[in-house]
């Protein structure tokens, strides 16, 4: 079973950029494809980005261009880089761990972003 801790969320202007972290421990991190989530008041949670071991990634729309997902294997982390930040981009963002021969998802505890002038 592997734990999650998300870091990095705050306060930003529109315009502005944010940089997100994602520990993991207690499991092989390649084991897992990693992926963010957010959930803005009053809505479903939405998946925002997902990276593979190997390093392949997906985007939803509507961050596609701005935002960017990696990986580092070797500190068992993965990020998310927000640059072009949008009001709309307000959320508590979660970090989520899948592991694909389990099929069980787990989770963060979520971090919240916030982008206002």
């Known amino acids: 079973q592997v734990q999650l801790v998300e870091s990095g969320g705050g306060l930003v202007q529109p315009g502005g950029s944010l940089r997100l972290s994602c520990a993991a421990s207690?499991?092989?991190?390649?084991?897992?494809?990693m992926n963010w989530y957010r959930q803005a008041p009053g809505q479903q949670r939405a998946l925002v980005a997902t990276?593979?071991?190997?390093?392949?990634?997906t985007y939803a729309d509507s961050v596609k261009g701005r935002f960017t997902i990696s990986r580092d294997n070797a500190k068992d982390t993965v990020y998310l880089q927000m640059n072009s930040l949008k009001p709309e981009d307000t959320a508590v963002y979660y970090c989520s761990a899948y592991n694909i021969p389990t099929r069980t998802s787990y989770w963060g505890q979520g971090t919240q972003v916030t982008v206002s002038s």
């Open positions: 990276i593979t071991s190997g390093g392949s990634t």
């Open positions: 207690g499991s092989i991190f390649t084991l897992y494809v």
